[in-house]
């Protein structure tokens, strides 16, 4: 207290002349027009900048907020696609995700469920390229599960482990992923070559078919891996194999390797017993 008197005393002119300067100012630029104007700019160059940074502050707090907002909108429109279910007769028992019409006649089986996660680590310049996540065991993660993004594809889960799982890339030689063309609705294997992380390619397609520049590649859902519809990327290249009467499609991707902070991780409800059936089929052969 005594410090702050001391002050007081020591600076009171200052301080003095400092409020009526400023009372000066309030009451000019109130009262008179032109030098009000004047003052007005001057104040809105020197706040301006502070205002800027202020609301930059402020919109990287909330951003958080809208991001978790966005991403589990993102999550329900995801898990509410048609391609997630099968129609099935009223007889068929299924898992949670089931309803029945009102006239009890069919019934909606949910394969596919959805959970997001955020990436903490991806790599898009080598020749074998992983991501990785912050969910794993604890959350239901498991080896062989399909990863998207909001715009497509993304990889395969590799590894879990508690907390964290690895992800295998699109952009990774072992990443060969069944796909279909459309409208032509022709089969394929996705590849990906190394040097390009925005293409990939698909290959032993016909001559004959009608594909053009620009058609859709689609996951073709005949793994037990990704759901069906999926987009992976447009066509923007076909060139015809000199040896054989196949084409060979260069796919722009849809999903930005560059760019991915969030994805979606899809589990299929009936993986095992599908798994269980291919098996046997393989020991009949």
């Known amino acids: 207290m005594t410090n702050l008197l001391d002050f007081l005393k020591r600076y009171f002119h200052v ?3 400092v409020v009526l300067q400023v009372v000066c100012i ?3 630029s ?3 027009n032109y030098p009000g104007f004047a003052i007005a700019r001057a104040t809105k160059v020197l706040t301006t900048p502070v205002n800027r940074l202020c609301y930059g502050v402020v919109r990287h707090f909330n951003f958080n907020k809208e991001n ?3 991403v589990q909108q993102n999550l329900e429109l995801m898990n509410a696609q048609e391609s997630n279910f099968l129609i099935s007769s009223d007889s068929v028992t299924g898992v949670e995700g089931d309803y029945t019409d009102t006239l009890g006649r069919t019934k909606r089986v949910r394969l596919y469920e959805y959970t997001s996660a ?5 790599t898009i310049h080598k020749k074998n390229n992983y ?6 065991s604890e959350d239901g993660i498991e080896p062989d599960m399909s990863v998207l993004s909001a715009n497509g594809v993304v990889g395969v889960v590799s ?3 508690k907390h964290f799982a690895t992800v295998i890339s699109l952009l990774h030689p072992d990443c060969q992923i069944s796909a279909k063309v459309q409208p032509a609705n022709q089969l394929g294997t996705i590849t990906w070559r190394y040097g390009d992380p925005t293409s990939v390619y698909l290959e032993d397609i016909p001559e004959h078919l009608n594909i053009n520049e620009g058609d859709s590649v689609l996951t073709s859902g005949y793994s037990n891996i990704f759901p069906s519809g999926i987009l992976i990327g447009t066509i923007s290249e076909k060139s015809k194999n000199p040896t054989a009467s196949f084409l060979t499609l260069k796919v722009q991707l849809a999903t930005d390797f560059n760019h991915i902070n969030t994805v979606y991780v899809v589990r299929n409800l ?16």
Not at 118 to 122: C, F, L, Q, R, T
């Open 68 to 70: 978790q907002y966005l």
């Open 118 to 122: 955020n990436v903490i680590y991806n």
């Open 30 to 32: 109130k009262t008179m």
């Open 131 to 136: 991501l990785m996540i912050d969910k794993g």
């Open 15 to 17: 301080l003095t002349f």
């Open 159 to 161: 590894d879990v482990s």
């Open 270 to 285: 009936y993986r095992e017993e599908l798994e269980t059936l291919k098996s046997n089929m393989k020991e009949d052969e």
């Open 26 to 28: 309030v009451l000019i």
